[in-house]
């Protein structure tokens, strides 16, 4: 990277760059949208609803079944993440070196609640590295794909999307980093199939181990 188009901030999802929670969440909104009444497949889940919203999540199952959840809907399901989460979850194979290895600012920019994040962050030892740089998609008026989460951790730590870089393993992920003027590196190492990363602005990587490597100016 040459220094017109140096880094000054890497910009990370959570769930599936930082914590391996995508793998027990699918599973897990299977369960949650059977007893709803909708049955969808493992590769349907990923395909409609990683990387989005749970305001997105919850729209798509109201338009399903055409009418709305009580605002308190999710309450019976709630233990059932945090069962499995206690239980299970890991930050993503590799993460660690790789952020021992980065020099430049970083933060995380997740369409989660700042609950969620927080408490993925702290379960996988993760949550002190982000401390004070947490931003996610309820701070914004629309998540992802649309790029207003990425523009405000942009804005809010002062520095411009071109010198922005994303992390990202979900395709509306990468559809926001390029909707913000901001290069994107496309992790292949979870679940999503690596051409739902590619495409322009973007590079496709699949160890995490090598993310501080991409991100050092060349010569």
Not at 121 to 139: C, P, V
Not at 161 to 171: G, K, L, M, N, Q
Not at 187 to 193: D, F, M, R, S
Request: charged share 25%; with cysteine.
């Amino acid at each position: 990277m040459s220094d017109e188009d140096a880094v000054e901030l890497v910009i990370f999802d959570c769930d599936g760059v930082l914590v391996d929670s995508e793998r027990l969440s699918i599973e897990l909104d299977r369960r949650v949208l059977a007893e709803l009444g909708w049955s969808l497949t493992h590769d349907e889940i990923l395909h409609r609803f990683v990387g989005r919203s749970s305001a997105h999540f919850r729209a798509e199952v109201e338009a399903h079944l055409g009418h709305h959840l009580a605002d308190d809907w999710e309450e019976p399901y709630l233990p059932w993440y945090t069962e499995v989460f206690d239980r299970e979850l890991q930050a993503v194979d590799g993460i660690i070196e790789a952020l021992d290895a980065i020099v430049l600012p970083i933060c995380v920019a997740s369409s989660g609640s700042h609950a969620k994040i927080r408490r993925n962050l702290g379960l996988t030892g993760l949550l002190t590295r982000f401390e004070g740089r947490i931003f996610s998609a309820d701070d914004v008026p629309e998540g992802k794909p649309a790029p207003d989460l990425f523009l405000h951790a942009a804005r809010s730590l002062g520095v411009e999307p071109s010198r922005c870089v994303v992390i990202e393993d979900s395709r509306f992920g990468i559809a926001a980093a390029r909707a913000a003027g901001m290069r994107a590196f496309g992790y292949a190492g979870g679940l999503t199939p690596s051409e739902w990363l590619e495409g322009e602005g973007t590079s496709v990587f699949t160890d995490m181990r090598s993310l501080a490597g991409m991100l050092s100016p060349r010569d």
